[in-house]
């Protein structure tokens, strides 16, 4: 039986870090990878985690097992961070649990939709590999539309378009902020719109949170999700910990539904308890058992923000001077200022990513993205002079 597998191709982004790996030159660059890195190229464990993680060896009094919920402290304790903070739960219409990272809620959400009846999700293009991937693993059907125009912009008409022709069975799957690949997200105004058109559609919005902090700040990067939480009767938000926390490996993330009622919301989570134990029985604890720990601690809360700051200020001063460069050869990097997050996708073709590396030891996937954060002070006139040589 086993032997009738076909061969999967490898992950192109795990195969690009063993290229770069082996690459000898001292001066490379890996812009592949979607971590977090600072001006010296390291992912540092935060030092608020590095805190929650020691007062946790001392103070867990047990590893006994939660439940498909998982740790219900945290999923309580983001809220206010994601919704509104005056009524988080909206009146007792929005409740969560915990997930294995964002990729686990967006995988739940989904699984969920499809429980109720969703046969199509509509979705803009490009989008994180995962999603297309999560949805054709659950036998959905996926919609298409752009997500950007050819000069750097959200496509709001093609959103538009798509809600247009949305029927009964849908759901809708949009990026909270810090879109990835493009860095491209709707602006406050778009998303006021498009909380507008969600009120009067039939398609069920799913809201995919996982970069709040790293694009203008924590409120600001939940405006999104605020706007279309409060116009529309329903709603299913994914989120992640695990960039603005820097918990990567330790899957980090909740998922939340808000609901007409409040009557109907235990029922709804009863399903989502009921797919997550069949899936993975119960999420990892640590790393949301560390969050909660910060969360719970105003010192400890204060470190983690002023972290946070740092990452998103160092990604918009590496932005910023990217922005500066402009026209590079046909690379406009102009509009990079303007965009949010740790990614952007340059306009280059197979080749010129090719030449890049070969010529260059500048390494990203091959969709042109770039992780915006792999670069520094010191290499950012490299990879500009670099992306003139390819692009020229
Ligand atoms: N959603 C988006 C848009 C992402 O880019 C990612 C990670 O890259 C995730 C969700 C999932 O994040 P994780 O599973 O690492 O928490």
Same mark, same amino acid.
């Given at each position: 039986?086993?032997?009738?597998?076909?061969?999967?191709?490898?992950?192109?982004?795990?195969?690009?870090?063993?290229?770069?790996?082996?690459?000898?030159?001292?001066?490379?660059?890996?812009?592949?990878?979607?971590?977090?890195?600072?001006?010296?190229?390291?992912?540092?464990?935060?030092?608020?985690?590095?805190?929650?993680?020691?007062?946790?060896?001392?103070?867990?009094?047990?590893?006994?097992?939660?439940?498909?919920?998982?740790?219900?402290?945290?999923?309580?304790?983001?809220?206010?961070?994601?919704?509104?903070?005056?009524?988080?739960?909206?009146?007792?219409?929005?409740?969560?649990?915990?997930?294995?990272?964002?990729?686990?809620?967006?995988?739940?959400?989904?699984?969920?939709?499809?429980?109720? +009846? !969703?046969? =199509?999700?509509?979705?803009? $293009? #490009?989008?994180?590999?995962?999603?297309?991937?999560?949805? /054709?693993?659950? &036998? @959905?059907?996926?919609?298409?539309?752009?997500?950007?125009?050819?000069?750097?912009?959200?496509?709001?008409?093609?959103?538009?378009?798509?809600?247009?022709?949305?029927?009964?069975?849908?759901?809708?799957?949009?990026?909270?902020?810090?879109?990835?690949?493009?860095?491209?997200?709707?602006?406050?105004?778009?998303?006021?719109?498009?909380?507008?058109?969600?009120?009067?559609?039939?398609?069920?919005?799913?809201?995919?949170?996982?970069?709040?902090?790293?694009?203008?700040?924590?409120?600001?990067?939940?405006? +999104? !999700?605020? =706007?279309?939480?409060?116009? $529309? #009767?329903?709603?299913?938000?994914?989120?992640?910990?695990? /960039?603005?926390? &820097? @918990?990567?490996?330790?899957?980090?993330?909740?998922?939340?539904?808000?609901?007409?009622?409040?009557?109907?919301?235990?029922?709804?989570?009863?399903?989502?308890?009921?797919?997550?134990?069949?899936?993975?029985?119960?999420?990892?604890?640590?790393?949301?058992?560390?969050?909660?720990?910060?969360?719970?601690?105003?010192?400890?809360?204060?470190?983690?923000?002023?972290?946070?700051?740092?990452?998103?200020?160092?990604?918009?001063?590496?932005?910023?001077?990217?922005?500066?460069?402009?026209?590079?050869?046909?690379?406009?990097?102009?509009?990079?200022?303007?965009?949010?997050?740790?990614?952007?996708?340059?306009?280059?073709? /197979?080749?010129?990513?090719?030449?890049?590396?070969?010529?260059?030891?500048?390494?990203?996937?091959?969709?042109?993205?770039?992780?915006?954060?792999?670069?520094?002070?010191?290499?950012?006139?490299?990879?500009?002079?670099?992306?003139?040589?390819?692009?020229?």
């Amino acid at each position: 039986m086993l032997d009738r597998l076909d061969q999967q191709p490898p992950d192109a982004l795990l195969a690009l870090i063993k290229l770069h790996d082996a690459d000898p030159r001292p001066d490379k660059i890996d812009l592949g990878v979607g971590v977090y890195r600072t001006g010296q190229g390291e992912t540092p464990v935060f030092g608020a985690i590095k805190a929650a993680e020691r007062k946790l060896v001392d103070e867990q009094p047990s590893k006994s097992y939660l439940g498909p919920e998982g740790d219900m402290g945290f999923v309580h304790a983001l809220m206010p961070y994601i919704f509104d903070g005056t009524d988080p739960s909206l009146g007792g219409r929005i409740e969560g649990m915990q997930t294995p990272g964002g990729t686990g809620a967006v995988r739940l959400a989904l699984a969920l939709a499809k429980a109720c +009846g !969703v046969t =199509r999700i509509l979705m803009g $293009v #490009p989008s994180w590999p995962n999603h297309a991937q999560i949805v /054709k693993d659950l &036998g @959905l059907e996926l919609v298409t539309f752009a997500h950007s125009t050819a000069d750097g912009a959200a496509d709001l008409d093609a959103l538009k378009a798509a809600l247009a022709d949305a029927r009964e069975g849908d759901a809708v799957l949009l990026h909270g902020c810090c879109h990835n690949p493009t860095g491209i997200d709707y602006t406050p105004g778009q998303w006021d719109e498009i909380a507008t058109l969600l009120a009067d559609s039939p398609a069920l919005p799913v809201l995919d949170l996982a970069y709040q902090g790293l694009g203008h700040g924590m409120d600001e990067d939940a405006y +999104g !999700v605020r =706007r279309v939480i409060s116009a $529309v #009767p329903e709603a299913l938000v994914a989120y992640s910990c695990d /960039k603005n926390f &820097g @918990l990567y490996r330790d899957r980090v993330g909740a998922l939340y539904a808000m609901t007409q009622d409040a009557e109907s919301l235990n029922r709804v989570l009863s399903n989502g308890h009921a797919l997550a134990r069949a899936a993975w029985s119960m999420p990892p604890d640590h790393g949301a058992a560390a969050v909660r720990l910060i969360l719970e601690d105003e010192t400890l809360t204060a470190q983690w923000q002023d972290e946070l700051d740092q990452m998103r200020t160092r990604i918009r001063q590496v932005r910023d001077r990217l922005g500066a460069a402009g026209k590079v050869g046909s690379v406009d990097l102009g509009p990079l200022a303007q965009q949010n997050g740790m990614f952007a996708v340059l306009p280059l073709d /197979k080749d010129q990513i090719a030449e890049l590396r070969s010529e260059h030891g500048i390494y990203m996937a091959g969709s042109g993205r770039i992780n915006v954060a792999g670069l520094t002070m010191d290499n950012i006139d490299k990879f500009v002079s670099a992306v003139r040589a390819v692009a020229s």
